[in-house]
């Protein structure tokens, strides 16, 4: 078998590109380990930039979201038993956030690839890129079915997150990595219930961070910083409400609903970039290439700007018979990349609680949430990460 272009992962940024080729008449394959039901049941980010939502429009899978999506104009930051209201429409001529889950995005693309006859491959099992230093790559895999199966192509698209296969096989000499863990986690929950309010809280306290989110008016997604090789098994929901409920301004904790989780789930907190973006002609895109902690909503929407700068790549080849881009998509990635890197880094920074950090690190961060508070140009300059740098 052959095709042009063979997308390993089947996450957002798989998807997304697959869409996106196939719109400029270019064929592509999409190969994801895990069942379609598996990849929909994932819960993970829930905030869209201006910049994606866009993207997803262009793409022809904008009108659900347009009907279900609940735009953001701002967020509270809970500090001390206050509130600090950021106005991201106000602070940055007139942007916003959408609120509309990753689970719901994923499942439009699907529904769009399906329309369009794109081949989505699930359960490929073993899927190994081959020379990809050469113009002449190609993948294999086998499915439960059927036996081993070779795909030939001129391009492999690493889209298969933190945990894939393409960026592995990558020579350690041809990569430089960046890497910093942090000392806790984040423990989320899902709730059929109201969201406390109609706008995301970040909170910080001595006890640790705290974050209220939503999916849509009634659901719910809730998060508290946990200690690192904490179980979810020993959290009751019980717990978990009365911990966010300490975390939170007494007032606001009040308007808590409480409500059985459908859902609760602990992530670790890391920052990571793997450059370059591409070997020969494999390409990274999305968690494949870089991970940031989920402070701030940076994950899914640099997965989303990466296939913006592959996809143009791709199309420049195909169409115009131009290789200028595909030669610029690292560098071009990689720029954004490392300011929502340093985004997310200092957002996580400011807002959690460093227990080994002393009594010095903590009078910087309430000095950091001062300066915050008495500045618009502080605001403004968070607001405009927030809501996304341009691509
Ligand atoms: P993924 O969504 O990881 O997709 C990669 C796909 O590749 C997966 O479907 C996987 O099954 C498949 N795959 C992996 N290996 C192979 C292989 N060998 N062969 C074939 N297929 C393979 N971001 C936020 O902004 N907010 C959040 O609250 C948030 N929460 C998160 C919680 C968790 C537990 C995780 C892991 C991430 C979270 N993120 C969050 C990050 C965000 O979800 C990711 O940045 C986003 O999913 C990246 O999309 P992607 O397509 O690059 O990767
Ligand atoms: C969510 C996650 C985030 O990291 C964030 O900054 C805002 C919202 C969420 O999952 O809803």
């Excluded at 618009?376 to 809501?387: G, W």
């Amino acid at each position: 078998k052959r095709t042009q272009v063979v997308v390993v992962g089947g996450g957002p940024a798989g998807l997304l590109l697959a869409l996106l080729l196939h719109r400029a008449d270019i064929e592509c394959v999409v190969l994801e380990r895990r069942s379609r039901n598996y990849v929909l049941s994932r819960i993970r980010a829930g905030v869209l930039e201006q910049g994606t939502t866009d993207l997803l429009r262009s793409a022809g899978v904008g009108a659900r979201m347009d009907r279900q999506g609940l735009v953001h104009d701002g967020f509270d930051i809970a500090w001390r038993g206050a509130m600090l209201h950021i106005d991201l429409r106000d602070l940055t001529g007139g942007k916003t956030v959408m609120v509309y889950g990753q689970t719901e995005i994923t499942r439009d693309l699907y529904d769009a690839l399906d329309a369009a006859g794109v081949a989505v491959i699930h359960e490929a099992l073993d899927v190994q890129p081959g020379d990809v230093a050469t113009t002449t790559p190609f993948v294999t895999f086998h499915t439960e079915s059927g036996g081993t199966q070779r795909i030939d192509c001129d391009f492999v698209a690493g889209c298969d997150g933190f945990y894939g296969v393409c960026r592995s096989i990558i020579p350690p000499a041809a990569l430089e990595t960046f890497e910093r863990v942090y000392p806790f986690g984040w423990l989320g929950i899902l709730v059929r219930k109201p969201p406390i309010q109609d706008e995301l809280i970040y909170a910080h306290h001595a006890r640790g961070f705290a974050l209220c989110s939503m999916r849509n008016p009634q659901l719910s997604r809730y998060y508290v910083q946990c200690r690192l090789g904490e179980r979810v098994e020993d959290w009751s929901d019980t717990r978990f409400f009365d911990e966010l409920s300490a975390r939170l301004p007494s007032h606001v904790a009040d308007r808590l609903q409480r409500g059985p989780s459908i859902e609760k789930s602990i992530a670790p907190l890391r920052s990571f970039v793997a450059e370059p973006m591409r070997h020969g002609t494999l390409f990274l895109a999305g968690d494949a290439a870089h991970i940031v902690p989920p402070t701030g909503a940076k994950g899914l929407n640099l997965a989303v700007s990466d296939v913006h700068y592959l996809a143009r790549a791709f199309i420049a080849h195909y169409q115009d018979r131009d290789d200028g881009l595909l030669g610029s998509y690292s560098p071009d990635a990689l720029a954004r990349v490392w300011k929502a890197e340093r985004f997310s880094w200092w957002f996580t920074a400011m807002i959690h609680r460093f227990e080994d950090d002393g009594s010095f690190g903590h009078r910087i961060q309430e000095a950091e949430f001062d300066v915050l508070a008495g500045s618009k140009a502080a605001q403004t300059a968070l607001a405009e990460n927030y809501v996304g740098l341009p691509f």
